[in-house]
């Protein structure tokens, strides 16, 4: 008897409900319809599932359709280092696809549900469909284009500025998706995964959390984050607003 499919599937390509977010380019009808075809299913998870693994090759590639994870690097001794935080609709595991084995691996923060795509097939993209293989092309550049603004964080801005254009750089790509209301924000993930993120200790992170706080920029509680005004913020952090935020959806 053949093993079940770990995958379902339940949204089609034409009703994602990500495809109404503005910040998403149209596509035309043949590249939905190419999409469509690619799509083996969807993988649902609970939260703290490792959907990809450092150091091992995988067979999929998924674009996050609901929830939050984040990617991250390990030493042998489990020191880590968050490289990024994943949102709906940023698409993983290219970077496997070009090096063979993961060279990162990706946990689940949240219950998630991810759209899966057989990674041999990636290639079809580009014999068939050079727009969207333009497309995967596109943000693989954009993702070393945040990770290279993130080493400038950790590198040359001071604690309080690098947190504050982290925050800010999530809170901007939560409001993206839809993610924000009023201002606010759930973020699920805790100060530890900050930390991490930020590479400052648990104690650093919570005292530059509470300077920010007391400098009126951000208010964080319970997991929720409230921004009263995005501009002050920027200004602290040197972000530059004017930043391209739309990209492609695969």
């Not at 580009?126 to 945040?146: G, H, M």
């Not at 920029?217 to 501009?231: Q, R, Y």
Request: aromatic share 10%; with cysteine; hydrophobic share 40%.
């Amino acid at each position: 008897m053949p093993l079940e499919s770990p995958f379902s599937y339940e949204v089609p390509c034409p009703a994602c409900p990500l495809r109404t977010c503005q910040v998403f380019q149209a596509i035309s009808d043949d590249e939905l319809s190419f999409i469509s075809k690619l799509k083996t299913g969807e993988l649902r998870t609970g939260p703290a599932t490792t959907v990809l693994r450092e150091g091992t090759p995988s067979d999929q590639l998924f674009t996050l359709l609901e929830g939050w994870a984040f990617r991250y690097k390990s030493l042998d001794d489990g020191r880590r280092q968050i490289t990024s935080f994943v949102l709906p609709g940023d698409f993983i595991g290219i970077q496997g696809s070009m090096l063979g084995d993961m060279d990162h691996t990706v946990e689940t923060l949240t219950p998630a549900v991810l759209c899966s795509f057989p990674r041999k097939r990636i290639w079809e993209l580009y014999k068939n469909c050079p727009s969207l293989a333009f497309d995967v092309t596109w943000l693989a550049a954009r993702q070393e284009s945040i990770l290279n603004e993130h080493l400038l964080s950790l590198g040359r801005r001071n604690a309080v500025e690098c947190a504050a254009y982290y925050i800010l750089h999530l809170y901007l790509r939560a409001d993206d998706v839809g993610l924000v209301t009023e201002s606010r924000v759930r973020f699920p993930f805790t100060q530890e995964h900050l930390s991490d993120a930020l590479g400052l200790s648990l104690v650093h992170t919570n005292k530059t959390l509470k300077r920010l706080s007391a400098e009126g920029l951000v208010k964080w509680e319970h997991g929720w984050c409230f921004i009263p005004d995005i501009a002050p913020l920027a200004e602290r952090a040197k972000f530059d607003l004017q930043m391209l935020r739309t990209r492609p959806l695969l």
